[in-house]
Nanobody, 122 residues
């Protein structure tokens, strides 16, 4: 599946952003989707993921500040992030895989979008 992430930008601490990930190609509903992020000098980490049936998983640092959702009819996944902090600054990637649960390891995801930069200023 081909993925296109968008919605990143510069936001002040405490602000909000909504990221989108548009998919094309094979049926979107067959994929578990996830958002990862990678800050400079750090490993890529899972932010949130969602199965085709809507089961979600969040990393502890973001679980109270973000919501992942998907619209299978529009082949799109979203990440609503609130109360953003400078430490949330990173490139955010969307990813897809066909194992029927959200996986933490980035190596297990088959397809990746190009990333969208989120910068949170203090």
């Amino acid at each position: 599946v081909q993925l296109q992430a968008s919605g990143g930008g510069l936001v002040q601490a405490g602000g909000s952003l909504r990221l989108s990930c548009a998919a094309s190609g094979p049926p979107f509903g067959g994929y578990v989707m996830a958002w990862f992020r990678q800050a400079p000098g750090k490993q890529r980490e899972l932010v949130a993921g969602i199965t085709s049936s809507g089961t979600t998983k969040y990393t502890d640092s973001m679980k109270d500040r973000c919501t992942v959702s998907r619209d299978n009819g529009k082949n799109t996944m979203y990440l609503q992030m609130n109360s953003l902090k400078p430490e949330d600054t990173a490139v955010y990637y969307c990813a897809a895989q066909r194992i029927n649960r959200v996986l933490v390891s980035a190596t297990l995801y088959e397809d990746w979008g190009q990333g969208t930069l989120v910068t949170v200023s203090s």
